[in-house]
């Protein structure tokens, strides 16, 4: 059978069809290919004269997957050929090359041989030019890149070679260790469309060492060591003050975005999420006409769903309808049996086509297809034309389907702040529509902010809900409807929820969303450090900030935030950190959740949302009622007037000890053996032996074993005393 090029190799294929000769034999001489002994039969001298043969008998007699390597880099090279990516490879060039070979790259004789010519001779401005092209196509795409607020600049950013450069990369080697081999390049993009021109700073990172076992033609095999580099892209845009970042992992983001905005631009790093879009393709379940808007730089004749994919009774049942932008989706629905209750109770809109008739003055007709996913994703980015995303945008904004984020106004905060506290609470990077729903959260407005961002599905079934009422599971009824007396009866199918459900309320329930922890601290911690009277915000660890202070009797009172203590061994380790900070008094602890005891490691702890004025245009966390708080248990945080164990909980409980502070006890183990301490203390007699603490809870167990060795650290330490070898009391 006779292989067709074009098919298995088709960028490589037109690279030998459409590139000059001499471009060509150039390619197969690249040094990529120096391992690749099969070729060097292919790169003789004279090659040029007698390409053709060459090419068609490299083509037709090689394996399509010996020709893979030649095939990767070939699509590399159409790639930068397209119009778009001819525009930014003609803009970074300027600015870039000498004259000279600015010179002789424009005199190729077209985008192919451009493209070619600049893959073999500045490899550097040609991964410039894939970055910027990847870059315009997915930006907005929150799983490649991340984009962080900055102060707009007229000056722009650092030059390339300079000292700040060096600094940033001196911080960045400081920050990731992994070694020496850092650098960066700076490249200039040009304006596109609406997009504003901007700075891309290429930087080269090395990664851990890594091997690969090779088989050479000989089947000799042996592994291979080499240090693999990474390599991070940030996109820096004067006019508007956006620094778009792409790394490996949202970690190395966040730190090359934190380095770059306080090293290189000088200013202060921000979490707040900017320059995201949403697709919300919801709208589809209710309505798939679409109204026709008036616009300036083009008439539009026409606008239908052309494809909309549908979930029914589960989210692996997929029902997918098209048809043409010269029929009505909605009319095709209407007039088939049943057909339009099917829409109506299905579970989910899972994609959608869009097809457009535009003409633009003096222009001819054109028609622009894109598709939208319930993942958040649109093939619009992906476009060619910078005047059809623009105007696809366009669209959908005036659809009300494309939603872009914007900073919360305070009335906006205030609405959003126990929302916020709870999600912020639970430390998780996920939360998913039936944990927002059963705390009566919309996460509407929380996407529209920023907050959150709709990341898909729990899973491809749904799954049993909370109240184990069971998987739901759809049917199909037929029956028989009358219509009016002169018509005749006609055939219904109608999809049922077997277990009760209403299908239509069902997708928010198993939808996921991403939380944006860094912004959700950033706005939690701005808006409280304006009650305090000398804010200090410190992140002591992930789990506690040190807020500032707030005078309470003429005295300082340090002041945290905490979250996820719920959890016992982020508990515990907060308990201990705030144990370190005891020079600094007794303290007040304002917790996102509703955790149990009203206080933690000897400081006041109250829940933060007890303290919100609710009925206020903005977040009002009231310095009065916070001192009124402290004042109410700073007494319990000394340890009370007598000693006690007070439960808080089927499994916890506080040990009180006045002129010590209080700690948590958890487990109904523990608890026994504390309780028996402290009625020792309170009746007699005293001291106990630790075979008595023990007895009938942890025969043979020593008490570091059962308390575990922090816990049992800090007992020792303020709690309690030894008076003798094998004998334990309260010490006070």
Same mark, same amino acid.
């Given at each position: ?588 602890? @304002?917790?996102? !959740?509703? +955790?149990?005891?009203?206080? #933690? $490691?000897?400081?006041?702890?109250? /829940? &933060? ?83 008595? @603490?023990?007895? !009938?809870? +942890?025969?043979?167990?020593? #008490? $570091?074993?059962?308390?575990?060795? /922090? &816990? ?21």
């Amino acid at each position: 059978m006779v292989r067709a090029p074009a098919k298995t190799c088709p960028n490589l294929s037109r690279l030998f069809d459409d590139a000059e000769p001499e471009l060509l034999a150039a390619f197969l001489r690249s040094g990529v290919f120096d391992r690749l002994k099969w070729l060097d039969p292919y790169k003789s001298e004279g090659w040029e004269q007698d390409v053709d043969i060459d090419v068609s008998s490299m083509l037709r007699t090689e394996t399509k997957q010996q020709l893979s390597p030649l095939e990767e880099q070939a699509a590399r090279i159409v790639t930068v050929a397209s119009d778009r990516g001819d525009y930014v490879l003609e803009g970074l060039a300027r600015t870039r090359l000498e004259p000279q070979r600015a010179m002789d790259l424009r005199n190729q004789r077209d985008r192919l041989a451009r493209s070619l010519w600049l893959f073999l001779n500045d490899p550097g401005l040609f991964e410039a030019v894939e970055n910027s092209l990847h870059l315009r196509l997915y930006r907005r795409y929150d799983k490649h890149y991340q984009t962080f607020m900055a102060e707009p600049s007229i000056e722009g950013g650092p030059e390339e070679g300079s000292k700040v450069l060096d600094d940033l990369l001196a911080d960045l080697n400081a920050e990731l260790d992994r070694g020496e081999g850092y650098s960066i390049d700076k490249f200039e993009i040009p304006e596109d469309g609406d997009e504003p021109s901007a700075e891309m700073y290429l930087l080269f990172h090395p990664n851990a060492p890594a091997s690969v076992r090779e088989i050479d033609d000989e089947g000799n095999r042996k592994s291979i060591y080499f240090r693999p580099p990474g390599e991070a892209m940030i996109v820096y845009t004067p006019s508007t003050g956006r620094v778009h970042v792409r790394a490996g992992n949202r970690n190395l983001r966040h730190t090359i975005a934190e380095r770059f905005v306080e090293t290189a631009l000088d200013q202060t790093y921000s979490n707040q999420p900017v320059d995201f879009q949403a697709y919300d393709i919801s709208h589809f379940l209710k309505e798939l006409d679409l109204e026709l808007p008036d616009l300036e730089e083009a008439v539009i004749d026409r606008a239908r769903v052309i494809r909309a994919d549908i979930s029914i009774g589960n989210l692996a049942n997929r029902l997918s309808l098209s048809t043409t932008i010269d029929q009505s989706i909605s009319e095709i629905i209407d007039d088939q049996p049943g057909l339009a209750k099917t829409f109506e109770k299905a579970v989910a809109i899972r994609f959608v086509e869009i097809a457009v008739r535009y003409r633009r003055a003096g222009a001819e007709v054109k028609t622009l297809n894109f598709t939208l996913t319930d993942r958040n994703t649109s093939s619009l980015l992906s476009l060619d034309d910078p005047f059809e995303r623009v105007l696809g945008h366009r669209l959908l904004r005036h659809w009300n389907i494309l939603r872009e984020g914007r900073a919360p106004t305070d009335k906006e905060s205030t609405a959003v702040i126990p929302a916020l506290l709870a999600i912020w609470d639970i430390g998780r990077d996920n939360v998913s529509g039936a944990w927002l729903q059963a705390r009566k959260v919309d996460p509407g407005i929380l996407t529209e902010l920023g907050f959150l961002v709709p990341v898909g599905w729990e899973g491809d079934d749904l799954l049993d809900d909370e109240d184990q009422i069971g998987p739901v599971v759809a049917g199909v009824d037929v029956k028989v409807e009358q219509r009016d007396a002169d018509s005749k009866n006609y055939k219904v199918a109608e999809l049922t929820i077997t277990d009760g459900h209403v299908a239509s309320g069902i997708p928010d329930y198993y939808r996921l969303y991403r939380v944006r922890n860094g912004w959700v601290e950033d706005h939690l911690k701005e808006r409280l450090e304006g009650t305090l009277d000398a804010p200090a915000i410190e992140e002591i660890n992930k789990y506690l900030f040190y807020l500032g202070m707030l005078v309470v009797d003429e005295r300082d009172v340090p002041v945290y935030l905490v979250r996820c203590i719920d959890n016992e061994k982020i508990r515990s380790s907060v308990d201990t950190e705030l144990r370190a900070r005891h020079h600094l008094g007794i303290g007040l602890v @304002l917790q996102a !959740g509703n +955790a149990a005891g009203p206080c #933690l $490691a000897a400081n006041v702890m109250t /829940p &933060l949302a007890d303290q919100i004025e609710g009925d206020q245009p903005e977040i009002a966390l009231v310095a009065d009622k916070l001192r009124s708080v402290f004042r109410r248990h700073r007494l319990l945080a000394r340890g009370g007037q007598a000693v006690e164990l007070a439960r808080v909980g089927d499994n916890m409980a506080i040990l009180f000890v006045p002129g010590t502070g209080t700690i948590d006890i958890k487990g109904e183990n523990r608890i026994v053996v504390i309780q028996r301490l402290v009625d020792a203390h309170n009746s007699g007699p005293m001291p106990m032996a630790t075979a008595d @603490l023990v007895d !009938g809870i +942890a025969k043979d167990q020593s #008490l $570091a074993n059962i308390f575990n060795q /922090p &816990l049992w650290n800090k007992l020792k330490a303020e709690f309690l005393r030894s008076p003798g070898k094998g004998k334990w009391q309260i010490a006070i």
